[in-house]
Each structure stands twice: as structure tokens, then as C-alpha cells.
């Protein structure tokens, strides 16, 4: 979205910038690209339109293709030519692997969420959040034969859509989630949910201690999450489990929610003793 405080161009916008608006201009540029970096990534494989480019981040069509042809020349970008979808470039890709170890929650759930999936035999998810985003880090999956993938790893989804985007709100600064909850109203409204609806469920969610959906991302599919907190109870990180609805019905809860609220406690053990050896 277009920022209010934005400096515009001199007058004709022929002028060249200089001086202090050249900079504030330059840093307006690199935020818009990395807004659009950040809506490209929710597309994943399948790649997001122009349109809704244009609609999301709510800059003109001349802009946001100016932007992609940069970002195309640079690697960071790249378009389908049958679909004429963009999606997030190989360059990000790699400039991603220098940092492998900033999320260090990843490295250390990996063995828990094994553990979870061979109990329950259905699909494990570990999410994080990025900003107004959840992103899927890791995922595990157990052994009954029919398995719900319903999200790949690198999945970006707006926060408080998901099971594990409303633990990563529920157990937030109440103000940090209720600035996130405004900030996502309109991307809400395109996955058909209202404000107050997403208050309730965060309300439920932390009166509960986990978030459960018995409606999942895939049709018949059930979601249950659990917050990860490390030593100083910050949060860091949701668990979620996935299954077929039958396979996660409410009377399941009772023998899931232990399972996966002690895995989350190892890890939170074990993260501290991470943190503590890097002092």
C-alpha cells in the first residue's frame, strides 16, 4: 500500500530528484520492491498476477510493471511465459542460503516434529512470522497413507488465516496483533473473512492454549497449532498437525494437544540450551 507520507516528484516530474528527496525516494523504491517481493512469495510455484500486484500493494500498473522488469533484470523476479504469472526469482533463493542459521528454531524442531509425526501418523507443519506473514519452515509427515500436504515449505499466508497464523497472533503483544489484524483487512476480505471473526478466533485461541479449525486449508482436512516459546517465553514459532477431518476430530484433541504441547516444551529447552552456548 501506497505510504500517505510519500514525497512525490518535482512538479512535471521531469526534474531529477536531488538532495535529501532523492534519498527518501530511493528508500521508497526499495520498499515498494520488497512489498512486492513479499506478495510474490505467497504465490510460490504457481505465481501471482499483475493485477493483484497492483491491487494488493495499491501503486498504479505503470509502477508495479517498472518495478518487476528491474527486479527480472536482477534475478530476484522471474515470469511464466504461458501464465504470464511472476513468482520470486532464483537470486533470493541463493541470497538466502548465506543465512541459513537465522532461524535457528528450524534446526532445532526438526527431530520433535519427526516425533510427533510418527505418533499421530499425519502431517507436521513448523511456522514462523515474518511481519504481517506466517511462513512454513519445515514440515514432517507421518505414516497413514493418505497425507495432507496443505502447505509447502517457504508457504507465506497473511497472519491470522491459518491455525498457525492465529497462534503467532493469540500469544503476540495484544497491540502488535491488533495493529496486524487492521493491517490485514484486505487481504482477510479475499480469503472471505471479516475483522471481528478473526478477534474471536485469536480470543478462543488463547483461552484454549492452541488453535483448532475444523475447517483445514484443503477440503475435509482439520488443523490443530500450538505456540513455541523459548526460555524468556517469547514467542518464536507455531506446531501444527493436519490430518483428513476424520482422522482430527474434537475427541482427538485430547490425546494431540499433549502430545504436541510437550514436544513444543523439548524445544523450547533445547532452544534455550542453543541460545545459552552462543552467549
Do not use: W
Amino acid at each position: 500500500m501506497t505510504r500517505p507520507d510519500d514525497p512525490q516528484l518535482p512538479e512535471g516530474g521531469k526534474d531529477k530528484p536531488t538532495g535529501e528527496v532523492g534519498k527518501t525516494l530511493g528508500a521508497r523504491s526499495i520498499r515498494r520492491a520488497v512489498a512486492i517481493l513479499r506478495i510474490l512469495a505467497t504465490g510460490q510455484e504457481h505465481g501471482v498476477r499483475i493485477t493483484d500486484i497492483v491491487q494488493q500493494t495499491g501503486l498504479n500498473r505503470p509502477t508495479v510493471h517498472r518495478i518487476l522488469r528491474v527486479l527480472i533484470e536482477e534475478e530476484a523476479v522471474e515470469q511464466d511465459p504461458n501464465t504470464r504469472r511472476y513468482m520470486v526469482g532464483p537470486e533470493v533463493s541463493l541470497l538466502g542460503l548465506s543465512r541459513t542459521a537465522r532461524v535457528p528454531v528450524k534446526a532445532v524442531a526438526e527431530p520433535y516434529l519427526r516425533h510427533i509425526a510418527e505418533q499421530c501418523g499425519d502431517s507436521v507443519f513448523l511456522t514462523i512470522r515474518s511481519g504481517f506473514d506466517s511462513i512454513c519452515v519445515d514440515r514432517k509427515t507421518g505414516h497413514y497413507p493418505v497425507k495432507v500436504l496443505s502447505i509447502e515449505v517457504g508457504a507465506r499466508r497473511p497472519l491470522g488465516v491459518s491455525v498457525s497464523g492465529l497462534v503467532l497472533l493469540a500469544f503476540a503483544d495484544p497491540d502488535d496483533s491488533e495493529e496486524v489484524i487492521l493491517g490485514n483487512e484486505q487481504r482477510f476480505t479475499s480469503h472471505g473473512l471479516e475483522l471481528d471473526a478473526v478477534r474471536r478466533r485469536i480470543i478462543e485461541t488463547r483461552s484454549l492454549g492452541y488453535a483448532y479449525s475444523e475447517v483445514g486449508v484443503v477440503p475435509g482436512t482439520r488443523a490443530l497449532a500450538m505456540p513455541v516459546f523459548d526460555a524468556e517465553h517469547q514467542l518464536v514459532a507455531s506446531v501444527a498437525v493436519s490430518a483428513m477431518a476424520d482422522r482430527l476430530s474434537p475427541e482427538r484433541l485430547a490425546t494431540l494437544v499433549p502430545l504436541i504441547r510437550h514436544q513444543t516444551e523439548l524445544i523450547a529447552k533445547r532452544l534455550s540450551e542453543v541460545q545459552n552456548r552462543r552467549r
